[in-house]
T-cell receptor, first 111, second 112 residues
Framework: DTEVTQTPKHLVMGMTNKKSLKCEQH?????MYWYKQKAKKPPELMFVYSYEKLSINESVPSRFSPECPNSSLLNLHLHALQPEDSALYLCASTPPHNEQFFGPGTRLTVL | SQQGEEDPQALSIQEGENATMNCSYKTSINNLQWYRQNSGRGLVHLIL?????REKHSGRLRVTLDTSKKSSSLLITASRAADTASYFCATDAGSGYSTLTFGKGTMLLVSP
């Protein structure tokens, strides 16, 4: 299995909702990432997990809460989001010193 | 923060022509990677070139890296309509697991 999967593909939520994005990989990669990408912009790094521990948080607001329950799974919990948080959320994983494998992304719309 | 600057921002060519995209960056790197993205979906890795390499080929792709000028180029030869996509360079300066900083990207349109 050489892919990163993300669910759901699309998500529409209100500003008072709580939702979660899920990312999974079975390539044995021990580093996993969350990126946010606005339209016509490059991806921006949000969080990095290394060996299931949060190693980088790029000053992301606390309404985004990452979780890494095991080496194959990465979640992003969303609460009290703002309309400007609408974006494509990308998950990636990587072996050391190598390219990153990206999932197809979750298109999030906050109303 | 974004380290890479790519040019051109947009490129429109005919099928069969070559497409060249350039990327400049500011700090020392471990490697530089090129990715393709179709219609706002996931990124697909194209090629990775390490800081001690100068040129790399993969099929119709040729990447060069000049660390003295802090620049890289991606050449796609004999382009096809299916090559229409956004192309991003990304630099990895880390010593452990990669931490990528993406350039602004080049939107390539290949017309039949």
């Amino acid at each position: 299995d050489t892919e990163v999967t993300q669910t759901p593909k699309h998500l529409v939520m209100g500003m008072t909702n709580k939702k979660s994005l899920k990312c999974e990989q079975h390539m044995g990669h021990r580093a996993m990432y969350w990126y946010k990408q606005k339209a016509k912009k490059p991806p921006e790094l949000m969080f990095v997990y290394s060996y299931e521990k949060l190693s980088i948080n790029e000053s992301v607001p606390s309404r985004f809460s990452p979780e890494c329950p095991n080496s194959s799974l990465l979640n992003l919990h969303l609460h009290a989001l703002q309309p400007e948080d609408s974006a494509l959320y990308l998950c990636a994983s990587t072996p050391p010193h190598n390219e990153q494998f990206f999932g197809p992304g979750t298109r999030l719309t906050v109303l | 923060s974004q380290q890479g600057e790519e040019d051109p921002q947009a490129l429109s060519i005919q099928e069969g022509e070559n497409a060249t995209m350039n990327c400049s960056y500011k700090t020392s790197i471990n490697n530089l990677q090129w990715y393709r993205q179709n219609s706002g979906r996931g990124l697909v890795h194209l090629i990775l070139i390490r800081s001690n390499e100068r040129e790399k080929h993969s099929g119709r792709l040729r990447v060069t890296l000049d660390t003295s000028k802090k620049s890289s180029s991606l050449l796609i030869t004999a382009s096809r309509a299916a090559d229409t996509a956004s192309y991003f360079c990304a630099t990895d300066a880390g010593s452990g697991y990669s931490t990528l900083t993406f350039g602004k990207g080049t939107m390539l349109l290949v017309s039949p």
